[in-house]
Structures are given as C-alpha cells and as structure tokens.
C-alpha cells in the first residue's frame, strides 16, 4: 500500500484519525509521518495532530481551490499548506475557504465561538451567541450535564454584562 | 529595570493541584495586530514596531503595572539562556539581541512580542489549574486590547500566525509525570485515547534532548468551534482521566511489583545522594524516579515543589548562573560535577522509609 500523503514510497505506519464521529484511516510512509510529528523510535510516542493536517489537505481538498496569492503579502497557498502559517492578517480573507477545509479536516466546528476583541462585539454578534448559548443550555439541561449548564449559564450572564457595557 | 533575578521566587516553588501527576499548567493567547505582517514575514523595523506598540500598551495600562521589560541586548548570553530554560522564552527568540518581552516578577506571566504571533501571553501555575492563568490572562487581554488593534474577524475569531491557534487564539498546556503508565507500557494506548479527544501530545526531552523522565505534555490540538471555557474544560477532563489511570498504575506496581519498584526508587536516591558527576538525561530520569518514590511514600523529607523547581534549575544556564560562573565557555564535564553537586545537596533531606 502506498503512503496517502506523498503517493509514493510504501505505507509503514497506520494511524487513525478520529474526527468527531468520523474515523479517518491514513497509512503513512516512514518520512510523511516524521515529517508530520509521528515517530515511533525509541519506544516513546510522539504526536502531532496539527502536522497531519496538511497531508490531509494536499489528497483530498487541493481541487480548484484559490491558486493566487495573498495580495497582501504574496504568501502562496503551497506555503500556507506546507507551513500551517499565515503571513499577515488579510490571508485570512484571501485564503478564505482554504482555510476551513483544513480545519473542517480536522472534524473541529469552523465557526468560532468564545471572545471577540470589544470593537467587534457589536449587537448583531452578541444576540448570535446568546441564542447559540440558550440552546446548548437547553441541551445540557435535558442531558441532565449540569456542569456545564452552571459554566453556559454563567457565559449567558457574562454577554449581558458585555452588552450593557457597550450601550 | 533590572529583569527579575534567578534567586527571585518563582510560580513553580509553590502547591498545586494533583501535583504527584501534573506538574505544571499553562494558558497562552495568541493575538495580532491588523497593520502588519505576520513573524517571519516582516522587516527588522516593523518588528520593532510592533515590539513598541505592545511595550507601550503595557506601559499605560494601569493593570499591566506589574510587568517588567527585558530587553535581551542588555543582559548577557548565560541570563538569556536561563530564560529558555525556564520556558518563559523560546530558544530562536533568544537569539536576537534586539528583542524584549515583559514578565511578572515570580514568572507566572509572560508577555513576548512577535515569536511566531504578534503577540503571546502565557500565563502559569503549578499542578492541574488552568483556571486561573486564564483568569489572569483575561484581565491583560482586556487591558490591552484598550491600546491595541487585534485583527479578528466573525467567523474565525482572533486571526492567527497558525492555523491551529486560529479562533480563540488559546493553547491549554499540561505538564504531567506519568512513570507508572510508561512503566508498565500503557503510555500508548492512554495517549491515544487523549489523541482522540482532539488534544495533542508531545514528549518533554531535556535541556539537552537524552531523556524524557516520563514527562509528556497534552494540549489542545486546534484553537477554534470551542469557546475559551469548553477547551480549558476539555484539558482538564482528559488530564483527570490520565491522573486517574496514573495513580491506578501506580498502586498496581506498588503490589504486584513491589521489589522491583522499589529498587529503582533508592538506587535513584542512592545516585543521585553520591554520584560526582550527572548529565541532565540521567538527572531527569533519576528524579523521575524519586518523584514517584515521594508520591508512593517511600521517601519523604522534599516536598514535590523543589523537585519541580530541580527541572529547572539543574539545567545548564541556571546551575551556571546560581554558582556563580560567569562565562560562557562549555566546561563540559565541570557542568555535570556542578549538577551532582546541587543535587547532593538536595538529597540530603530526603529520608527512607521502609517498604
């Protein structure tokens, strides 16, 4: 079998990937799979999720994606897949939907949740949040999860604090 | 201001949580600037500028009054060093003599400009806490971005150097002793299972890269689709279960493997008591080793906050520095004799009890 990121040399290393409910199966060859973090010498383990996800990316979402680069400041999407870095702020709207699929890959919710700087907390934001908030509260209550009810039920306080502060 | 002195009080002497398995906790928030490049990408002056542009936030925030600012041109190379070893630094930052960062007295915070983000704030506590630096780090975070323009938008939240620290710009970090599960071979199989809860794991090697002592490190593995709360709440979760299946190991050894054990524990004393010369991957595995006797109380006499503090201050730069040598020439051997030394020193309060 061959290796799934390069294509090339023989698949010695099996590793799965849990994303959410989905299992993703990936056979790695000795160098892909240093490259990405994984090595198994010495008998310590070492892992790096993040450094799989660029393998990820070039075999199954490299297809007509955006091939121009940042106008900004000219980082190409091969080096955004190679590094897993951006290289200024306005990447983030040249590169778009390449970057949620790499992290959609990765099984993870691309839509943010959590803080935003205060500029940002305009009305429209907050009432989004306290409506994402109520539900999961909702949720936890019928799951009868009450950890996490007390810690939603405190973050619903804290935007109303928030929005006060900014009318 | 003179940077804090290495004899000055550190975060690591004092008590955590669960501390016979977490050694230490760290939070970090990435944040950037809109009007720059990222690290890596931009000019040695808007470097420096960004670098000012934070400094200055810090100095007119009024709760940042507690931050003091090392500018690495003016402290020497054994000093900088130190600072990596302490973690407060990474190693290629320190590189640079033109570059400063900001940190609290007991290094329980570190603010550095432009290492990979514009902006990392890291905040520290000992054993299982992540709940605190957070806090902590909230507050500066607030202060700041009073001064400061962070680039962000609403869907991937806190724009990021890394694709993985996108979103809320948080990296959750546990530090944790594992001897037993790595003893007994069900390292792999409990790491894998943190793999799966989408949290990353490393090995934690050394100042010099020979040893890992049975350390591993466990962090969040992306930044974003939780909120700050839920991925502290992740960490945490996963590290209660590795301390569970920690101390379950740990008392099944003590049993079922009693001679052998407890062999290990004092010939690690018996070493590390009169050994002349130690190299720091044979020091980390032997503390490891007393750790784990102290835990299982067969020894006592060091409380595990000083042996947490040996992690730190039995490498290179810290030994050199706390005994008074100044230049920066590698004595070679003369550093192992130095850290034999120290831990002798140790050890002598250390008592046997019997098994």
């Given at each position: ?157 804290g ?7 900014v009318? | ?43 040695r ?47 290629s ?38 709940d ?46 594992l ?43 992306l930044?974003i ?49 009169h ?11 032997l ?23 040996l ?21 070679g ?10 831990l ?12």
């Open positions: 079998m061959k290796c799934d990121v390069c294509g090339v040399n023989d698949a010695v290393i099996f590793v799965q990937q849990i994303n959410g409910t989905e299992a993703m199966d990936l056979h790695l060859c000795a160098d892909c799979a240093r490259k990405r973090g994984i090595s198994t010498s010495g008998g310590k383990i070492e892992f790096s999720v993040s450094g799989l996800l660029n393998g990820l990316f070039d075999q199954k979402a490299a297809k007509g994606l955006s091939t121009s680069p940042c106008p900004n400041c000219s980082l190409s999407l091969d080096e955004l897949q190679s590094s897993g870095r951006l290289g200024c702020p306005e990447c983030a709207v040249n590169f778009a939907r390449e970057i949620q699929i790499i992290l959609r890959n990765h099984g993870q919710l691309t839509q943010h949740q959590g803080r935003y700087p205060h500029r940002l907390m305009v009305g429209s934001t907050l009432l989004k949040d306290r409506e994402n908030l109520k539900e999961r509260l909702r949720q936890a209550l019928s799951d009868e999860d009450y950890e996490s009810a007390a810690r939603l039920r405190d973050q619903i306080r935007l109303d604090k928030t929005e006060s502060e009318q | 201001m003179n940077p804090p002195s290495i004899f000055a009080s550190r975060w690591y002497e004092s008590r955590g949580k669960e501390s016979d398995v977490v050694i230490s906790s760290r939070v970090r928030l990435a944040r950037n600037l809109v009007d720059f490049p990222f690290p890596g990408r931009m000019s002056e808007e470097e420096l500028h960004v670098t000012q542009r934070v400094m200055d936030a810090v100095a007119r925030s009024r709760h940042l009054q507690d931050l003091v600012c090392v500018d690495l041109s003016s402290v020497d190379v054994l000093e900088r060093r130190s600072f990596v070893e302490e973690g407060l630094i990474s190693q930052y320190s590189l640079e003599a033109f570059r400063s960062f900001a940190l609290k007295a007991d290094a329980s915070m570190v603010l550095c400009p432009n290492d990979i983000e514009h902006l990392r704030v890291s905040a520290f506590a000992p054993g299982l806490d992540l605190s630096p957070y806090q902590r780090l909230l507050q500066y975070d607030q202060a700041l971005e009073d001064s400061l323009n962070y680039a962000a938008n609403f869907e991937l939240g806190y724009i990021c150097t890394e694709l993985n620290s996108m979103g809320t710009g948080l990296r959750a970090s546990l530090l944790l002793h001897p037993a599960l790595s003893d007994s071979g069900l390292i792999e199989k409990a790491m894998k299972a943190v793999l799966q809860q989408g949290l990353s794991v490393r090995g934690f090697y050394g100042g010099e890269g020979q040893s890992s002592g049975a350390l591993y490190q466990i962090s969040n593995a930044s689709g939780l909120c700050e709360t839920d991925i502290l709440a992740r960490v945490v979760e996963q590290a209660k279960q590795l301390v569970h299946y920690e101390r379950l190991a740990r008392e099944e050894l003590a049993e079922k493997d009693r001679d052998r054990l407890s062999d290990q524990v004092y010939r690690a004393y018996a070493i590390l008591s050994a002349r010369i130690l190299s720091i991957g044979e020091c980390f595995e503390l490891s080793r007393i750790r784990l006797g102290l835990a299982l109380g067969w020894l006592s006499g060091i409380d595990l906050e000083s042996l947490n503090a992690y730190y201050r039995c490498q290179k730069a810290g030994l050199q520095r706390e005994l008074g040598y100044s230049d920066d020439s590698d004595r051997i003369a550093f192992d004799a130095l850290r034999a030394k120290k002798k020193t140790v050890m002598a309060a250390c008592r046997l009890n019997e098994v």
